[in-house]
Protein backbone atom coordinates (compact mmCIF):
# COMPACT_ATOMS: atom_id res chain seq x y z
CA UNK A 1 0.00 0.00 0.00
CA UNK A 2 3.37 2.23 -0.37
CA UNK A 3 2.83 3.67 3.20
CA UNK A 4 -0.26 6.06 2.41
CA UNK A 5 -2.97 7.13 4.63
CA UNK A 6 -6.36 9.07 4.11
CA UNK A 7 -8.66 10.60 6.99
CA UNK A 8 -11.21 10.34 7.33
CA UNK A 9 -12.36 7.69 5.06
CA UNK A 10 -15.77 9.11 4.76
CA UNK A 11 -17.37 12.53 5.79
CA UNK A 12 -20.88 14.00 4.94
CA UNK A 13 -21.23 17.57 5.31
CA UNK A 14 -23.46 20.74 4.43
CA UNK A 15 -23.34 23.04 1.57
CA UNK A 16 -20.80 26.02 2.54
CA UNK A 17 -19.00 24.50 5.44
CA UNK A 18 -15.38 24.22 4.70
CA UNK A 19 -14.28 20.72 4.74
CA UNK A 20 -10.24 19.16 5.19
CA UNK A 21 -8.64 16.13 3.84
CA UNK A 22 -5.34 15.00 4.80
CA UNK A 23 -3.19 12.52 3.15
CA UNK A 24 0.03 10.71 4.93
CA UNK A 25 2.80 8.60 3.74
CA UNK A 26 5.34 7.34 5.71
CA UNK A 27 8.15 7.60 3.03
CA UNK A 28 9.35 10.90 2.67
CA UNK A 29 8.23 10.88 -1.37
CA UNK A 30 8.48 14.33 -3.05
CA UNK A 31 5.43 14.02 -5.10
CA UNK A 32 1.76 13.83 -3.88
CA UNK A 33 -1.37 14.33 -5.84
CA UNK A 34 -5.06 14.99 -5.06
CA UNK A 35 -7.62 13.51 -7.09
CA UNK A 36 -11.18 13.33 -7.23
CA UNK A 37 -13.26 10.23 -9.14
CA UNK A 38 -17.03 10.74 -10.56
CA UNK A 39 -18.89 8.39 -12.84
CA UNK A 40 -17.77 8.40 -16.32
CA UNK A 41 -14.92 10.73 -15.65
CA UNK A 42 -12.38 8.44 -14.37
CA UNK A 43 -10.22 10.06 -12.38
CA UNK A 44 -9.13 13.73 -12.71
CA UNK A 45 -6.43 15.98 -11.41
CA UNK A 46 -7.05 18.54 -8.19
CA UNK A 47 -3.73 19.81 -7.23
CA UNK A 48 -0.24 17.77 -6.68
CA UNK A 49 2.93 19.14 -4.25
CA UNK A 50 6.39 18.30 -5.78
CA UNK A 51 7.92 19.28 -2.26
CA UNK A 52 7.41 21.03 0.99
CA UNK A 53 5.21 23.93 0.20
CA UNK A 54 5.53 23.57 -3.74
CA UNK A 55 2.28 22.71 -4.90
CA UNK A 56 0.06 23.16 -9.20
CA UNK A 57 -2.71 23.10 -10.51
CA UNK A 58 -4.53 20.57 -12.33
CA UNK A 59 -7.24 19.51 -14.00
CA UNK A 60 -10.28 20.39 -11.60
CA UNK A 61 -8.39 23.08 -9.17
CA UNK A 62 -11.11 25.41 -9.21
CA UNK A 63 -12.80 25.62 -5.37
CA UNK A 64 -10.12 23.39 -3.45
CA UNK A 65 -7.06 24.74 -2.14
CA UNK A 66 -4.06 22.68 -0.70
CA UNK A 67 -1.27 22.78 1.84
CA UNK A 68 2.21 20.93 2.20
CA UNK A 69 4.01 21.83 5.30
CA UNK A 70 5.95 18.60 5.86
CA UNK A 71 6.94 16.25 3.59
CA UNK A 72 4.42 13.65 5.17
CA UNK A 73 1.15 15.80 4.76
CA UNK A 74 -0.39 16.82 1.99
CA UNK A 75 -3.69 19.03 2.76
CA UNK A 76 -6.66 19.26 0.44
CA UNK A 77 -9.58 22.22 1.56
CA UNK A 78 -12.80 22.51 -0.11
CA UNK A 79 -13.22 25.77 1.06
CA UNK A 80 -16.54 26.30 0.69
CA UNK A 81 -18.31 22.76 0.18
CA UNK A 82 -20.65 22.41 -2.75
CA UNK A 83 -23.14 19.73 -3.90
CA UNK A 84 -20.93 19.26 -7.28
CA UNK A 85 -17.95 18.30 -4.98
CA UNK A 86 -19.59 15.13 -3.84
CA UNK A 87 -17.25 12.59 -5.05
CA UNK A 88 -14.45 9.80 -3.92
CA UNK A 89 -11.01 11.82 -3.48
CA UNK A 90 -7.83 10.05 -3.57
CA UNK A 91 -4.62 10.84 -2.95
CA UNK A 92 -1.32 9.47 -4.55
CA UNK A 93 2.02 9.40 -4.52
CA UNK A 94 4.85 8.87 -6.97
CA UNK A 95 8.06 6.80 -6.14
CA UNK A 96 11.39 8.35 -6.74
CA UNK A 97 12.62 11.20 -9.32
CA UNK A 98 12.67 9.37 -12.13
CA UNK A 99 9.70 7.08 -12.39
CA UNK A 100 6.17 8.27 -13.05
CA UNK A 101 3.73 5.59 -11.37
CA UNK A 102 1.49 6.82 -8.97
CA UNK A 103 0.23 4.89 -6.06
CA UNK A 104 -2.74 5.43 -4.15
CA UNK A 105 -4.51 5.81 -0.85
CA UNK A 106 -7.81 3.98 0.09
CA UNK A 107 -9.54 7.50 -1.06
CA UNK A 108 -12.20 9.26 1.11
CA UNK A 109 -15.47 9.42 -0.06
CA UNK A 110 -17.39 12.83 1.12
CA UNK A 111 -21.15 13.41 0.26
CA UNK A 112 -21.82 17.57 0.34
CA UNK A 113 -25.80 17.96 1.21
CA UNK B 1 -1.84 19.10 -22.69
CA UNK B 2 -2.62 15.24 -23.07
CA UNK B 3 -5.64 13.66 -23.68
CA UNK B 4 -6.68 10.16 -23.25
CA UNK B 5 -9.51 8.51 -24.58
CA UNK B 6 -10.38 5.04 -23.98
CA UNK B 7 -12.89 2.21 -25.18
CA UNK B 8 -15.23 0.76 -25.05
CA UNK B 9 -16.88 1.69 -21.27
CA UNK B 10 -18.28 -1.56 -20.77
CA UNK B 11 -17.09 -4.79 -21.68
CA UNK B 12 -18.44 -8.49 -21.02
CA UNK B 13 -17.02 -11.48 -21.65
CA UNK B 14 -17.78 -14.93 -20.93
CA UNK B 15 -15.11 -16.83 -18.29
CA UNK B 16 -12.45 -18.05 -19.96
CA UNK B 17 -12.80 -15.69 -23.35
CA UNK B 18 -9.54 -12.79 -23.97
CA UNK B 19 -10.58 -9.38 -23.38
CA UNK B 20 -9.26 -6.07 -24.98
CA UNK B 21 -9.43 -2.48 -23.53
CA UNK B 22 -7.99 0.19 -26.47
CA UNK B 23 -6.79 3.76 -25.34
CA UNK B 24 -5.68 6.63 -27.79
CA UNK B 25 -3.47 9.56 -26.46
CA UNK B 26 -2.81 13.04 -28.09
CA UNK B 27 0.55 14.32 -27.40
CA UNK B 28 2.98 12.16 -29.33
CA UNK B 29 5.81 12.89 -26.58
CA UNK B 30 4.36 10.67 -24.23
CA UNK B 31 6.39 8.07 -22.82
CA UNK B 32 4.76 5.94 -20.25
CA UNK B 33 1.88 4.19 -20.06
CA UNK B 34 0.17 2.40 -16.99
CA UNK B 35 -2.72 0.49 -16.57
CA UNK B 36 -4.49 0.30 -13.70
CA UNK B 37 -7.10 -1.76 -12.00
CA UNK B 38 -10.30 -0.68 -9.46
CA UNK B 39 -12.17 -3.34 -7.79
CA UNK B 40 -15.65 -2.00 -6.63
CA UNK B 41 -15.17 0.44 -3.75
CA UNK B 42 -11.03 -0.38 -3.78
CA UNK B 43 -8.25 1.90 -4.50
CA UNK B 44 -6.68 1.90 -8.46
CA UNK B 45 -3.88 -0.46 -8.59
CA UNK B 46 -0.92 -0.85 -11.03
CA UNK B 47 -1.04 -4.11 -13.15
CA UNK B 48 1.32 -3.55 -15.85
CA UNK B 49 3.09 -0.14 -17.70
CA UNK B 50 4.84 0.08 -20.56
CA UNK B 51 7.26 2.82 -21.60
CA UNK B 52 7.74 3.82 -25.30
CA UNK B 53 11.12 2.11 -26.08
CA UNK B 54 8.90 -0.88 -25.64
CA UNK B 55 6.32 -2.25 -28.17
CA UNK B 56 4.64 -5.15 -25.58
CA UNK B 57 4.97 -6.13 -22.02
CA UNK B 58 3.35 -9.26 -20.67
CA UNK B 59 2.88 -10.50 -16.85
CA UNK B 60 0.93 -13.88 -16.75
CA UNK B 61 -2.22 -13.60 -18.39
CA UNK B 62 -2.48 -9.52 -18.81
CA UNK B 63 -0.37 -7.91 -21.75
CA UNK B 64 -0.14 -4.46 -23.16
CA UNK B 65 0.86 -3.19 -26.35
CA UNK B 66 2.19 -0.11 -27.74
CA UNK B 67 1.97 1.33 -31.32
CA UNK B 68 3.85 4.59 -31.15
CA UNK B 69 3.23 5.58 -34.78
CA UNK B 70 -1.08 5.38 -34.30
CA UNK B 71 -0.29 6.77 -30.59
CA UNK B 72 -2.82 4.18 -29.22
CA UNK B 73 -1.90 1.46 -26.69
CA UNK B 74 -4.32 -1.86 -25.45
CA UNK B 75 -4.63 -3.77 -22.52
CA UNK B 76 -4.97 -7.52 -23.67
CA UNK B 77 -6.31 -10.24 -20.66
CA UNK B 78 -6.53 -13.74 -21.54
CA UNK B 79 -8.23 -16.61 -20.18
CA UNK B 80 -10.55 -14.10 -18.18
CA UNK B 81 -11.37 -15.25 -14.31
CA UNK B 82 -14.65 -13.54 -12.72
CA UNK B 83 -11.79 -11.94 -10.08
CA UNK B 84 -10.63 -9.83 -13.24
CA UNK B 85 -13.68 -8.28 -13.16
CA UNK B 86 -12.97 -4.62 -12.06
CA UNK B 87 -13.07 -1.05 -14.02
CA UNK B 88 -9.57 -0.55 -15.79
CA UNK B 89 -7.70 2.77 -16.38
CA UNK B 90 -5.27 4.20 -18.61
CA UNK B 91 -2.94 6.32 -18.65
CA UNK B 92 -0.03 8.58 -20.21
CA UNK B 93 2.56 10.26 -19.05
CA UNK B 94 5.97 12.04 -20.29
CA UNK B 95 8.82 11.05 -18.38
CA UNK B 96 9.21 15.12 -17.60
CA UNK B 97 5.67 15.58 -16.87
CA UNK B 98 4.76 15.77 -13.57
CA UNK B 99 1.61 14.24 -14.30
CA UNK B 100 -0.82 11.41 -15.39
CA UNK B 101 -3.56 11.71 -17.39
CA UNK B 102 -6.06 9.05 -17.09
CA UNK B 103 -8.50 7.28 -19.35
CA UNK B 104 -12.44 7.51 -18.30
CA UNK B 105 -12.34 3.53 -17.57
CA UNK B 106 -13.93 0.58 -18.83
CA UNK B 107 -16.01 -1.36 -16.67
CA UNK B 108 -15.21 -5.38 -17.66
CA UNK B 109 -17.48 -8.14 -16.12
CA UNK B 110 -16.96 -11.28 -16.22
CA UNK B 111 -19.38 -13.86 -16.64
CA UNK B 112 -19.31 -17.31 -14.84
Known amino acids: DAGITQSPRHKVTETGTPVTLRCHQTENHRYMYWYRQDPGHGLRLIHYSYGVKDTDKGEVSDGYSVSRSKTEDFLLTLESATSSQTSVYFCAIRIGTGEETQYFGPGTRLLVL | GENVEQHPSTLSVQEGDSAVIKCTYSDSASNYFPWYKQELGKRPQLIIDIRSNVGEKKDQRIAVTLNKTAKHFSLHITETQPEDSAVYFC???????????FGSGTQLTVLP
Open chain 2, 91 to 101: AASLSSARQLT
